[in-house]
């Protein structure tokens, strides 16, 4: 009776035997597996990059957009803050401005907010204070324009100068004084064309005096949670189109609306699907090396048992039976499958941990993975011993001993 530690034994003897070509077949299970694990992980890392990088931008946030000027005004405002589930808002405008620092001249993007905005857009300070309404000519600038943008830095109480361009040509000039400065977020994500620490902000009515306007670009809420997010943006919904005059009939007709709704669930949604659809594409590239390396163990399986045919002949004139013929070269092949597993597991975290670091991106290793690369690697290398291992066992022993 061939024992199942006999039968590995001889299968280590086996592949050590011929280590180059026995490397050679593992490479291919190596590199399939690696791939696999370091592709998933991959795809769990920019899955959790994007989620922190929009939470970065505010809590549970509703953007409300006008897709013409002199839409929203103080009405809509108040419509939005009293719709239920609506814990915040600060009405947005935004313009780009002339900025003047000392002797250094840039072109920036200047928002106008109310002081709730550092609530729901969550905006963290690193020095001084957020604006307030009942500031004027105040100014919080970003972290970039703080440190990058000028050619010295600007810190909280210093003074800048702002050109704003009106509608009619005319331009205006006023002085404001620094008083805060922005965390940077080490966030990439781009909000309303904004980079994060790109940003100024002045008090909304400021800049409406300036601006010699009245009403708002948009508006920037926060729902009370991620889970209702849906259900509020749909009631607010409703409620501004009841309020600007759009029919019923035509409420979910996005054209008829002279408006548009973004949260940040329907934004999370879309990179799921798109990490999804990118963790599906590169597990199938993946796969492919999976294949070839299956390819590769039946290979060598078949030569091995084209090798050892006089050693077949002669298990069988000693009395093994074919199942016992059939487990030494299934179990020959499941150990080059599973030893080109470990290896592709190993390889595999490497690889992830070193693309996660390369692109600044949070290390996500399921511990899963581990499991699945084993799983992998022993179903590969069964699938691939089949066929040359039933070839051995179904060997005439008088035929076998004949072979030359």
């Known amino acids: 009776m061939l024992s199942l530690k006999h039968s590995f034994r001889m299968a280590i003897a086996s592949i050590s035997s011929s280590k180059l070509r026995s490397a050679l077949t593992t490479l291919g299970i190596v590199i399939g597996v690696a791939a696999v694990i ?13 989620t922190e990088e929009i939470g ?12 013409a000027a002199n839409l929203f005004h103080d009405d809509e405002m108040e419509v939005v803050k009293n719709t239920p589930g609506i814990v915040g808002v600060s009405p947005l405008s935004q313009e780009v401005a002339q900025v ?31 604006i307030d309404d009942k500031d004027r000519y105040m100014a919080v600038i970003g972290h970039d324009v703080a440190y990058e ?10 003074t ?24 940077s977020p080490e966030t990439t994500f781009v909000q309303s064309g904004i980079e994060p620490d790109e940003r100024i902000f002045i008090p909304i009515s400021t800049m409406n005096e300036i601006m010699d306007q009245d009403y708002y670009w948009g508006f920037f809420a926060a729902a009370t949670s991620l889970e209702s997010i849906d259900e509020v943006t749909d009631e607010l919904d409703k409620r501004l189109a009841r309020d600007l005059g759009v029919p019923f009939r035509d409420l979910d007709n996005e054209d008829a609306k002279p408006y548009s709704l973004m949260n940040q669930g329907e934004i999370l949604e879309e990179v799921d699907k798109l990490s999804a659809a990118l963790g599906s594409l590169l597990t199938s590239v993946a796969l492919i090396s999976l294949i070839v390396g299956s390819i590769g163990i039946m290979n060598i399986m078949l030569v091995t ?4 045919t006089g050693e077949i002949g002669i298990m069988k004139s000693l009395g093994y039976k074919n199942y016992e013929v059939l487990s030494l070269f299934m ?50 290398g069964l699938l691939a011993g089949v066929y040359p291992a039933n070839k051995a066992a179904r060997m005439n022993p008088v035929d076998a001993l004949r072979h030359e």
Do not use: W
């Not at 809590?59 to 409300?64: G, S, T």
């Not at 620092?101 to 200047?110: E, F, G, N």
């Not at 800048?160 to 965390?183: A, H, M, N, S, Y």
């Open 38 to 50: 370091a592709n998933v992980s991959l795809g769990a890392s920019f899955n959790q990059y994007f």
């Open 56 to 67: 970065s931008v505010g809590n549970n946030f509703i953007i409300i957009e006008g897709k």
């Open 100 to 130: 003047k620092y000392i002797s250094t001249i840039r072109q920036i993007t200047v928002q106008g907010v109310s002081e709730d905005y550092e609530q729901v857009g969550n905006i963290q300070m690193e020095s001084g204070t957020f």
């Open 149 to 158: 943008k000028f050619d010295r830095k600007i810190s909280d109480k210093n």
């Open 160 to 183: 800048i100068e702002l050109t704003f361009t009106r509608p009619d040509g005319e331009t205006v000039t006023k002085q404001f004084k620094v008083k805060g400065i922005v965390d």
């Open 305 to 308: 048992v084209t090798e050892r």
């Open 331 to 380: 179990v020959e092949s499941i150990v080059v499958g599973l030893l080109g597993g470990i290896l592709g597991i190993v390889f595999g975290v490497a690889g992830a941990y070193l693309a996660d670091n390369a692109m600044g991106l949070p290390y996500v290793f399921p511990a899963d993975m581990i499991l699945l690369g084993m799983l992998v690697s022993l179903i590969v």
